[in-house]
Structures are given as C-alpha cells and as structure tokens.
C-alpha cells in the first residue's frame, strides 16, 4: 500500500472546522483514501473515504486533489469530543485487504 | 444493529499463563481483522480470517500467537505462555467483505491483556 504522510499534531478552537491534510503522492489509480479516528482507550472509528470524488457524511467531508495526490479531512464544527488521533489510510481497491495505520495526526480541540 | 463484539474488555493474566481473546463481528460480516496497539504505540496489523481460513498472518508472532475463526461462533485470539510483552489492547474489526476493497472496518473496543 502506498505510504501515506500527516503532520503529528493540529490545534483548532471549538466550533471552528478542523481541516486536516494527507499526503499520498504515491497513490495508485486503484487506491481508496480512508480515514479514521481513534479516540483515547476506544477502538477506532471510521469515518469516511473516497476514491476520486469529494465525499461528505454526517461526521465529516472528504476533498481529494484532481491529481489525488492528497486529501483533506474537514470537520465543519469541532467539539471537545472530536479530540483524538486522525489516521488518513490508502487501501487496495479491488481486495478486501488489511488497512495498515501509521502514526496519524493528534487533533486537539481548544475549548 | 450491534456492533463489533469483544470479550472481555479487560483481562488479567499471569505469566505463562493462556489468554484467549474473542470477537464476534457484525451482523453479515464474514471477514475479521485483528490488530494490536501496545501501550503509546500504534496499531499493528496482525492476522485477516475469513470463516475457517487465514487469509493473512503476516503480522503475528511466529510463536505463542494463534488466531481461528470458526464456521459458528466467535473469533478468536489465543496467547499461550503469555510474558509481560504481550501487555497491550488487542482490536478486533469487521467487514462483509465484498471483494472491492471499499467495505470499511469497523472496529471494536479492544480487550486490554495485563501480564503480572
């Protein structure tokens, strides 16, 4: 799987969008960007992917780059409760292989 | 809908002692991932089963470490001889695998083994 690259850590006030980026320049055309979160002693949470096309749901919106060689997560109003450690993924589209998580980016939301 | 299932959430064990993990996936997945995150670590790839086959063990421990998924019943994870290294949280996720790699995982809580 391509390798993916985040900053380590990211602050951002209460109310206000988290907006966190990935880069995977080595994506191939077959590659599904996922990401998910985990917050403290719980497992981790999905939150969205896509392929080529920006995505949007209830938890948060997905913008990749025409050239798909990075993303970004934005979640449009934080909460406290969205502190966690973001994992921005890349994974094989045609087998249901295993995700391989690197060191993800640390959100910490500022009351 | 319940999700991912693991038992139990907390287990304590002696050293050389035998842990066994479980998992009981979602409704209709057939497709089970276990991961391990040691403490202020990442987490870490270990074993994919689908029902009755390991599809990828790349990531256990050659020794010690065995993970099944039977026709009926849970999967499981068993830890024999356990050493205080093995200490971590131990995930289980799900998918219901369709064969196009955009099924996400969906994890559960973990079980955290404690070696005294």
């Known amino acids: 799987d391509a390798k993916t690259t985040q900053p380590p850590s990211m602050d951002c006030a209460e109310g206000r969008a988290a907006n966190l980026p990935c880069n995977h320049s080595t994506i191939s055309g077959n590659e599904y960007v996922y990401w998910y979160r985990q917050i403290h002693s719980q497992g981790p949470q999905y939150i969205i992917h896509g392929l080529k096309n920006n995505e949007t749901n209830e938890m948060a919106s997905l913008i990749i780059t025409e050239d798909r060689k990075s993303s970004t997560l934005i979640l449009p109003h934080a909460t406290l409760r969205d502190t966690a450690v973001y994992y921005c993924i890349v994974r094989v589209a045609n087998r249901d292989d295993k995700i391989i998580f690197g060191k993800g980016t640390r959100l910490h939301i500022l009351p | 809908n319940a999700g991912v299932m693991q038992n139990p959430r907390h287990l304590v064990r002696r050293r050389g002692q035998e842990a066994r993990l479980r998992c009981s996936p979602m409704k209709g997945h057939s497709h089970v991932y276990w991961y391990r995150q040691l403490p202020e670590e990442g987490l870490k790839f270990m074993v994919y089963l689908q029902k009755e086959n390991i599809i990828d063990e790349s990531g256990m421990p050659k020794e010690r470490f065995s993970a099944e998924f039977p026709k009926e019943g849970p999967s499981i994870l068993r830890i024999q001889q356990v050493v205080r290294g093995d200490s971590a949280a131990y995930f289980c996720?799900?998918?219901?695998?369709?064969?196009?790699?955009?099924?996400?995982?969906?994890f559960g809580n973990g079980t955290r083994l404690t070696v005294t």
């Open positions: 996720a799900s998918s219901p695998g369709t064969g196009a790699g955009n099924s996400p995982l969906h």
